[in-house]
């Protein structure tokens, strides 16, 4: 694998799908400005579009041009852009910056970030319907897809994990429990994303677990690497402080684990998220090259 040819694609990628995202967004002079503005500000901050990239490939892999799950693809991204502008708020992680910029509320106060949060959500539902739509796209695929993003970024999902992050701060949790926390929190939208694509698609069942196995086994290994980065990550590189896990006392892999069984983890995990693929061709060749990717990932 040449990861600088990666690196281009997943830019040419991001390019992509960002190009959408400025279409579907409203525009950030429309009043009243400060909200859309504010939008804007939170989801062109320097993503790497890693779930509407997993929606497009579950359609692709399925067989079906990425352009039909666009539109879900983009209301992804919006949801994970609202979950980071909550995450970064002073009752949440307070945190001053993300990806080297001032976070949303130090930019726009604390009332408008929550508002810009909520109206990213809102927007990304607005996106998801406005789906059915599309040429070769049935109304009754639209709503199941609506169904279970719903799920995953709800109480029982991104926003269960969420509680769950906040509630074992200062606190000594097990590894399972943690596991748990992680495959809500930040597993649970990266599985979405990609049985999105693939059931706009309308892939069969037996395709549908095994790239629902690849997705839990990936959001497993980002996470981790996740929290390694937070010890030996390039603070310029990252676009924030490290050692924050630390500072709030958060239960993470390596501390848990320690930094060598984390990493020793990571790699089983991806092992295994690639071993998921094994029913597809080279139609799955760019999961498997993101899977080790994110092995070697620096931000």
Not at 24 to 40: E, K, N, R
Not at 159 to 165: A, E, F, K, L, R
Request: proline fraction near 3%; aromatic fraction near 6%.
């Amino acid at each position: 694998m040449d990861m600088n040819l990666f690196k281009q694609e997943l830019q040419q990628r991001k390019d992509y799908i960002d190009k959408h995202l400025l279409e579907y967004l409203t525009g950030a002079d429309t009043h009243p400005t400060v909200i859309h503005q504010a939008m804007h500000y939170a989801v062109f901050n320097g993503g790497k579009r890693l779930r509407p990239m997993l929606v497009l490939e579950g359609a692709a892999i399925a067989g079906k041009k990425p352009e039909i799950a666009m539109l879900t693809a983009c209301g992804m991204e919006l949801i994970h852009c609202y979950s980071l502008v909550h995450d970064d708020l002073p009752a949440m992680d307070d945190d001053d910056f993300r990806r080297g910029k001032p976070t949303c509320h130090r930019v726009f106060g604390e009332a408008n970030a929550i508002l810009t949060g909520d109206a990213l959500l809102t927007a990304a539902f607005e996106l998801f319907a406005a789906n059915a739509q599309v040429p070769g796209v049935g109304p009754e695929q639209v709503i199941k897809v609506i169904g279970e993003i719903a799920a995953a970024a709800g109480s029982q999902g991104m926003i269960g994990g969420q509680v769950m992050d906040l509630a074992a701060e200062n606190e000594a949790i097990d590894l399972p429990t943690l596991q748990t926390l992680h495959s809500l929190k930040t597993g649970a939208l990266f599985t979405a994303a990609l049985r999105a694509g693939a059931l706009l698609g309308d892939m069969d069942e037996e395709g549908l677990q095994a790239l629902t196995s690849y997705a839990r086994y990936f959001g497993l290994a980002f996470q981790i690497t996740d929290d390694l980065l937070d010890i030996n990550g390039d603070q310029k590189v990252l676009g924030k402080p490290v050692g924050s896990d630390a500072r709030n006392h958060k239960s993470t892999y390596p501390s848990l684990l320690g930094v060598k069984q984390a990493e020793l983890m990571a790699c089983q995990s991806i092992e295994r998220c690639v071993a998921s693929l094994e029913r597809f061709g080279s139609e799955a060749e760019f999961l498997r090259q993101l899977a080790y990717f994110t092995l070697e990932r620096q931000s």
